[in-house]
């Protein structure tokens, strides 16, 4: 199977190239729970929706499985020009923003987020070096928090159960108030 079909089936597992077999196994897992046809009863159409996306999920991870198993349990790295930018990016993180992420990882069950849900995250606020902290709840409530550079490029992603959602919240609003 060539690098371009094996990068479709990680983008359908919300994963970067290179990605490794246990981060294919935790995001599958995930996206089970989320996409699962059963938490949608209520609702005919996205119970079909969900059961659509899930035989896709499930596809996706038996062939990125098999082909784990069989070249080293790790994906292709994608070595394209987006690849390049986003490590310059996080090479070129700001002191400002740095201060704002150490706010962040402070927050009780502060865990680092996927990739895959920074794009569904909606600007809250800019930081005055302009970096954007993004924020985005996921269907089963937990909240995420993301920071983009000024190019819009992720530095940053976490997310706290909901047992920290008042602690997290409060860091929000502490970091809109000393950084904007």
Same mark, same amino acid.
């Given at each position: 199977m060539d690098n371009q079909n094996i990068h479709k089936h990680l983008a359908v597992l919300e994963l970067k190239p290179g990605a490794s077999l246990d981060e294919i196994r935790t995001s599958y897992k995930e996206l089970v729970q989320i996409w699962h046809p059963d938490r949608f009863h209520g609702n005919s159409n996205l119970q079909k929706r969900a059961h659509q996306r899930l035989q896709k999920i499930n596809e996706s991870y038996e062939i990125l499985k098999e082909y784990c198993e069989g070249n080293g349990y790790? &994906?292709? +790295?994608?070595?394209?020009?987006?690849? *390049?930018?986003?490590?310059?990016?996080?090479?070129? &993180?700001?002191?400002?923003t740095k201060k704002v992420i150490s706010i962040l990882n402070q927050v009780p069950g502060m865990t680092q987020a996927h990739r895959r849900d920074f794009n569904r995250a909606v600007s809250q606020f800019q930081l005055c070096d302009g970096s954007v902290v993004k924020t985005w709840k996921n269907p089963v409530g937990v909240d995420h928090v993301f920071i983009a550079d000024e190019k819009g490029n992720m530095v940053f992603g976490g997310f706290v159960g909901w047992i920290h959602?008042? +602690?997290?919240?409060?860091?929000? &609003?502490? +970091?809109? *108030?000393?950084? &904007?």
């Open positions: 790790q &994906t292709p +790295v994608d070595d394209s020009q987006d690849c *390049k930018q986003e490590a310059e990016s996080q090479r070129s &993180t700001s002191n400002i959602s008042d +602690v997290f919240h409060q860091a929000i &609003t502490q +970091v809109q *108030k000393d950084f &904007t």
